[in-house]
């Protein structure tokens, strides 16, 4: 799986640390997957671009565990 990293303001990364500690994510990489996939889902919606196929994929893709892969999923966007 790719990694990057990015510079984030101490509020956003608080933020993640916090979902992470209350037990809304087993790790902030968890967490930050989780927020891009409820990202796309909520843009994609918003601007009914995506097909119920690709959005029924997004869905599944958010079931996934913390080693979840959307690199199928987003190629057409990057």
């Known amino acids: 799986m790719p990694t990057t990293s990015v510079d984030i303001p101490s509020v956003l990364y608080q933020y993640i ?3 992470v ?11 930050i997957r989780s ?3 409820k990202e796309m889902e909520r843009k994609h919606n918003v601007d009914e671009r995506l097909s119920e196929e ?3 994929q997004i869905r599944q893709a958010r079931k996934q565990d913390d ?6 999923l987003i190629k057409d966007y990057v």
Do not use: H
């Open 17 to 19: 640390e916090t979902e």
């Open 21 to 31: 500690e209350e037990g809304q994510y087993k790790s902030k990489a968890e967490a």
């Open 35 to 37: 927020m891009i996939r």
């Open 54 to 56: 690709t959005l029924q």
């Open 67 to 72: 080693e979840g892969d959307i690199r199928e």
